[in-house]
């Protein structure tokens, strides 16, 4: 992750579609929860998009809802300026 993040100039900003996902786990919410603090750091943004009803569920259920930024409805071609618009915290 580090040598990923070390080759982007500028703050970063990372936009995962988790549409697909039935679950993410204990592993995968510690991944989620690491990066986004590395991204912070950086000056950077984490989105997470079009969670699945199961993901969602499993951050609310953690507790996590707030924690992370949830986009709904944004496109590749919409740009990235208008992601902080769009996401539920």
């Known amino acids: 992750m ?3 993040l070390a080759a982007v100039s500028g703050p970063p900003t990372l936009v995962l579609d ?3 996902a039935d679950h993410l786990g204990g ?3 510690a ?5 986004q603090t590395r991204l912070s750091t950086l000056g950077g943004a984490l989105f997470l998009r079009d969670l699945s009803e199961s993901v969602a569920t499993e951050l609310a259920m953690r507790d996590l809802s707030g924690f992370f930024r949830v986009v709904d409805g944004w496109d590749d071609d919409m740009g990235e300026e208008i992601l902080p618009l769009l996401a539920i915290r």
């Open 18 to 20: 988790l549409s697909d």
């Open 2 to 4: 580090n040598a990923v």
């Open 31 to 35: 991944y989620l929860i690491k990066l």
């Open 27 to 29: 592993q995968g919410i």
